[in-house]
């Protein structure tokens, strides 16, 4: 069965530092990875979606990187703004077609 | 990219009552719809996938008689919860696919919070 864990579950940070948040999964046999940003009380914004075949996908300041065969990925995020605070969540779809989400990780920007 | 609406944002209820919450596509056609739901600082959980024409598909502890769902369009799937209690509270996300690749992104609804008293 797919876990989804995604390290550190908080993490404050000053503003304008580059900061990496990750995702590891348990079961390499996946689709695509995708990372999403929830604001509190807010539905999902997709950030980005990294094909199985593919390493990296980059938008903006953020770049997330897919290492299928040790079950992990990271997002970076570059020149952090007060913005960026949200909650990031970091989902897989296996071959059985499920999204599996992992319980996110809540990031505050200082300003 | 593509949208994917909900209705209602929120609703609040009494306890017994159903509610129904509506997913659609705006701008494609969506063969498969997917039902989610979201305790406070959890993760979101799958709850059932539906598909067009077809009966929806439940995640094992989800209740088919309790969570309807009717897909009856490509454009439109509705979540009915029936008799809904307070432990029913809790942020439901609908999803949307374009065809039936596993290629495909599926778009996510703005989510719905329902409170139950």
């Known amino acids: 069965k797919q876990e989804v864990t995604q390290i550190p579950a908080a993490l404050s940070v000053p503003e304008g530092e580059n900061l990496v948040l990750n995702c590891s999964f348990t079961?390499?046999?996946?689709?695509?990875l995708q990372w999403f940003r929830q604001d509190p009380g807010k539905g999902l914004t997709s950030l980005l979606l990294i094909q199985s075949s593919q390493r990296e996908q980059t938008s903006g300041r953020l770049n997330a990187s897919l290492d299928k065969s040790s079950g992990r990925s990271t997002l970076y995020i570059a020149a952090s703004q007060p913005g960026d605070s949200a909650t990031y969540l970091c989902a897989v779809r296996g071959r059985d077609d499920k999204i599996i989400f992992g319980k996110g990780t809540r990031l505050h920007i200082l300003p | 990219g593509a949208v994917v609406s909900q209705h209602p944002s929120r609703v609040i209820c009494k306890s017994g009552t159903s509610v129904k919450i509506e997913c659609r596509s705006l701008d494609f056609q969506a063969t498969t719809m997917f039902w989610y739901r979201q305790f406070p600082k959890q993760s979101l959980m799958l709850m059932a996938t539906?598909?067009?024409?077809?009966?929806?598909?439940?995640e094992q502890g989800v209740e088919k008689d309790k969570f309807l769902i009717n897909h009856a369009s490509l454009t439109l799937s509705t979540l009915t919860v029936t008799s809904a209690h307070p432990e029913d509270s809790s942020f439901y996300i609908c999803?949307?696919?374009?065809?039936?690749?596993?290629?495909?992104?599926?778009?996510f609804g703005p989510g719905t919070r329902l409170t139950v008293l």
């Open positions: 539906s598909n067009e024409g077809s009966k929806a598909t439940y």
């Open positions: 999803s949307a696919e374009q065809g039936r690749s596993v290629d495909n992104e599926q778009f």
């Open positions: 079961d390499s046999a996946i689709y695509n």
